[in-house]
């Protein structure tokens, strides 16, 4: 998984770029270095064909500016909130999952006890103990059967 926040720095920075006195004077520039990475500046580089990819406009003033800014802060935090979710579900799914394989586990190896040896002790409602009989045994191992077949693939 990634990092919750991890376009947030890169469009905070645009979002600063396109909210200075600079910015609004003369538009934003976009264009790639020699390396292929992405520049955003209020400014176009003497040496590199740049993109003007926002002219603001004229009349747009700090309340035009708010509400585009509103609506940009919205769409990060419902993403950012849809991400969250996914991650509690995820984490939730893993946990039942994990809890599923520890209970077959144990099933397993109490029916392999179960077929293995015979002579099984268990504690009557007296309290004492009794060798198990062969009738409760077999019960015992039908229903560890019919939990292994409904829970455990």
């Known amino acids: 998984m990634g990092r919750p926040l991890a376009g947030l720095p890169t469009l905070l920075?645009?979002?600063?770029?396109?909210t200075t006195g600079t910015a609004?004077?003369?538009?934003?520039?976009?264009?790639?270095?020699?390396?292929?990475?992405?520049?955003?500046?209020?400014?176009?580089p003497p040496d590199v064909a740049a993109e003007k990819v926002r002219t603001p406009a004229a009349t747009a003033g700090a309340e035009g500016d708010t509400g585009e800014l509103e609506a940009l802060r919205?769409?990060?935090?419902?993403?950012y909130e849809a991400r969250m979710e996914k991650?509690?579900?995820?984490?939730?799914?893993?946990?039942?999952?994990?809890?599923?394989?520890?209970?077959?586990?144990?099933t397993r190896a109490k029916l392999e006890h179960l077929q293995n040896s015979t002579r099984h002790?268990?504690?009557?409602?007296?309290?004492?103990?009794?060798?198990?009989?062969?009738?409760?045994?077999?019960?015992?191992?039908?229903r560890a059967r019919e939990e292994i077949?409904?829970?455990c693939q």
């Open 13 to 18: 920075l645009i979002w600063a770029a396109c």
């Open 24 to 44: 609004e004077a003369g538009g934003i520039y976009k264009w790639q270095d020699e390396n292929g990475k992405t520049h955003f500046s209020d400014q176009p």
């Open 74 to 79: 919205e769409r990060v935090e419902e993403g």
């Open 87 to 106: 991650r509690k579900a995820d984490e939730k799914a893993r946990a039942e999952a994990e809890k599923i394989a520890a209970h077959c586990k144990e």
């Open 121 to 142: 002790q268990v504690i009557n409602e007296a309290g004492e103990r009794e060798f198990m009989r062969e009738e409760t045994r077999q019960e015992w191992m039908r």
């Open 149 to 151: 077949a409904k829970h």
